[in-house]
Structures are given as structure tokens and as C-alpha cells.
């Protein structure tokens, strides 16, 4: 890529509006020379004042709510986050009492059908005479003296 030493030069007199109309006061005599003689400092002016422009003439045209508004906007904005903050934990808790349910739900099942227990054990390779047993009670400790 061609460069030219006096680029960085040529763009702050642009950007900082030193180009053209107070290069008298801002930049030397040798800058607007170097800029006529140069053809990449040229293409730079051209460019970097198309755009200068541009952005001059956008924040010229851009409309700014009033300060009312503005203050209307953040309170809605504010109340909602918080409802959402405060919504948070009790869907936290209602997938919580969803998964207990279908738990349970599936545990009742599989204590009331054989084919659930036949094919639990068969799963997990658990010995059927301890699935099916209808003993639910808790083994107890026969060595307590």
C-alpha cells in the first residue's frame, strides 16, 4: 500500500477544520503545496471531507426526544426489568414443582406395573427379587443388641 508522510497531517487539518478555509491560521503554506502536488493527500481531502460533511450534516438532522420522554421511556424500561427480576425465582420454583410431579408421577407407575418393573430391571440389571418384592418396608437391623 502507497503511503505519504504528511497523511496523519492532512487528515487532522480536515477533521479538525483547519482545511481549507483556515489553513491560513492553522497549517503552513508547504501543506496546501504538498496537497496540491500529492495525489494520495488529495484523494485523503476529498474523501475525509465528504465524510466530515456527512457527519456534520447527520448530527444536524437528527432529532432528540425531549427530556420528558426520555424520562417516560427509562421508568417503563425500569418497572418492566423489575417485573422481570421479580418473575424469575417463581418460574425457577414452577420447573422445580414440574419435575417433582412427573417424578412422582412416573414413581407411582412404576411401583403399580409389573412390565415397568420387569423392564426396570432388566435395565439396570437389579436382581427382580429385590424390584418386585411387595414388601416396602425398610429392612431392619438384625445386629442392634
Not at 503545496?33 to 495525489?39: D, E, G, I, L
Not at 444536524?60 to 418497572?79: E, F, M, N, S, Y
Given at each position: 500500500?502507497?503511503?505519504?508522510?504528511?497523511?496523519?497531517e492532512?487528515?487532522?487539518a480536515?477533521?479538525?477544520?483547519?482545511w481549507?478555509?483556515?489553513?491560513?491560521e492553522?497549517?503552513?503554506?508547504?501543506?496546501?503545496?504538498?496537497?496540491?502536488a500529492?495525489?494520495?493527500?488529495?484523494?485523503?481531502?476529498?474523501?475525509?471531507?465528504?465524510?466530515h460533511?456527512?457527519?456534520?450534516?447527520?448530527?444536524r438532522?437528527?432529532?432528540?426526544?425531549?427530556?420528558?420522554?426520555?424520562?417516560?421511556?427509562?421508568?417503563?424500561?425500569?418497572?418492566?426489568?423489575?417485573?422481570?427480576?421479580?418473575?424469575?425465582?417463581?418460574?425457577?420454583?414452577?420447573?422445580?414443582?414440574?419435575?417433582?410431579?412427573?417424578?412422582?408421577?412416573?414413581?407411582?407407575?412404576?411401583?403399580?406395573?409389573?412390565?415397568?418393573?420387569?423392564?426396570?430391571?432388566?435395565?439396570?440389571?437389579?436382581?427382580?427379587?429385590?424390584?418386585?418384592?411387595?414388601d416396602?418396608?425398610?429392612?431392619?437391623n438384625?445386629?442392634?443388641?
Amino acid at each position: 500500500m502507497i503511503e505519504c508522510a504528511r497523511e496523519a497531517e492532512v487528515l487532522d487539518a480536515v477533521t479538525f477544520r483547519r482545511w481549507p478555509r483556515h489553513c491560513d491560521e492553522g497549517c503552513d503554506e508547504g501543506l496546501r503545496t504538498h496537497v496540491a502536488a500529492c495525489a494520495i493527500c488529495a484523494d485523503l481531502v476529498e474523501v475525509a471531507r465528504a465524510l466530515h460533511d456527512d457527519r456534520e450534516s447527520a448530527c444536524r438532522d437528527a432529532r432528540v426526544p425531549a427530556a420528558g420522554q426520555v424520562w417516560w421511556r427509562a421508568t417503563i424500561r425500569a418497572r418492566a426489568d423489575a417485573a422481570h427480576t421479580a418473575a424469575e425465582p417463581i418460574t425457577v420454583l414452577q420447573g422445580i414443582a414440574g419435575a417433582c410431579l412427573v417424578g412422582a408421577a412416573a414413581g407411582r407407575i412404576g411401583l403399580k406395573s409389573p412390565a415397568v418393573i420387569n423392564a426396570m430391571s432388566a435395565l439396570f440389571r437389579i436382581e427382580s427379587s429385590c424390584v418386585t418384592s411387595s414388601d416396602t418396608r425398610m429392612p431392619s437391623n438384625s445386629s442392634t443388641s
